[in-house]
């Protein structure tokens, strides 16, 4: 094979050669490469027409491709201008490399891959380019490829919320609880956002839809009853333990502030321990508690009503839990702590979901390895302002985007 050949065949742009003699390094270290064009027949860079007679000849033109041997690499290329009769004389189309493009297509998969493993500072030093490059870069094949996403029918559909910013600034995740996957997000809590998620989401998917599990969120509700109306609500069971250890902690915040000042001291920094489950706890906390408990009535009650309500969550039946609950709201009513009887009103307010747990057993569970996830991107993503871009990264982080090698484009 000649050493022309072999270049070609590096190359691997069909249709296309390196010169003879075409390869050169440029002051700055980088490696550009002549090529040409060994196929005839032009299509017109706007509508795709084919087979077009040539205007013109452009000058060369540097087109960036893949890195070779640790080199910069450039293609060096002169386009043709065609004579379209429908668009009149524009630059012709090849599939490699997109209009007025400074670089190929297979290089801007290159770099969009790199930031799937890497930040877009990181990737724009290694590859010598502005972040600005980088993210519009990634941006547009993240854009791409969530154009692509496969509709799937989901039976069990997770809603959650995930904080975007300090200052309570909340988006709203959909997940796909069989797949553990993200399937949407929408930028707030609210009623709005939330339908024209199952807007988009569609009218046959929706009613495919056999049960949503979800926060006690009133718009949520009221979102999925409009546009789920087969699905049964399941109320997360995660938020109902959160609810609970609210309730805790408000009376011991409570206690805290009209004890003793000696009985204060030994309340004040014993939140976790009243949230623990007794059997997480080590033998000295568990003495802190009993000692607590012991000069604290109110908080013995309400440690006493946290502990039993685990066996909530371990019934068999949904009638087991129907009378499970029914006696310990009971025993909230009697305890007289107020955030425990408001508690209790809540819980009879929301109980249909609560109880449609024991009929599906779902949960948002994976919601927090995700949640994890977004916090890392958080950390490392550039242009965190722009919304978008960010939940086209979370995406893609929890496997709920087509790869490269599933795109319909070009090769390259």
Known sequence: MSQKSLFTDLLGIQGWGVVAGGIRIEEDGSVTVRIDRRSVGYSCGQCGEGLLFTYDTQPPRRIRDFPIWGRQCYLEVEFVRVDCPRC????????????????????????????????????????????????????????????????????????????????????????????????GLVKTRKERAVGGFFRCFGRKRCK????????????????????????????????VYKYLSDAIEAVRRHEQSICSDEEGKLIKGTRWLWL????????????????????????????????DFEAFYACSTREEAEAFLKGWIKRCKQSRLE???????????????????????????????INNKIKVLKRRSYGFHDEHYFFLKILNATGALPSFEQLSDPQF
Not at 344 to 367: C, D, M, P, Q
């Open 276 to 307: 623990r489950a007794s059997r997480n706890l080590k033998r000295k906390h568990k003495q802190t508690l009993e000692q607590i408990m012991a000069i604290n009535r109110q908080l013995q009650k309400a440690y006493l009503l946290k502990e």
């Open 339 to 369: 955030p425990f009887i408001k508690l209790a009103k809540r819980l009879v307010r929301w109980s249909h979901g609560i109880f449609s747990y024991f009929e599906y057993r779902i949960t948002n569970g994976v919601a927090e390895g």
């Open 208 to 239: 495919a839809v056999e049960a949503v599990c979800m926060d006690l969120w009133q718009p949520f509700l009221n979102s999925v009853r409009r546009h789920c109306k087969n699905a049964v609500v399941v109320f997360d069971k995660f938020h």
């Open 88 to 183: 009149g004389v524009v630059i012709e189309g090849l599939d490699w490399v997109e209009r007025y493009a400074r670089q190929t297509v297979r290089y801007e998969k290159y770099v969009a891959g790199l930031c799937d493993l890497l930040p877009v500072s990181d990737v724009a030093a290694l590859e010598g380019l502005s972040k600005d490059a980088v993210y519009r870069m990634d941006k547009k094949w993240l854009q791409r490829r969530d154009a692509k996403r496969e509709e799937r029918t989901v039976r069990y559909l997770g809603i959650d919320e995930i904080s975007l910013r300090k200052g309570h600034r909340y988006a709203t995740v959909f997940y796909d609880l069989e797949r553990k996957e993200v399937i």
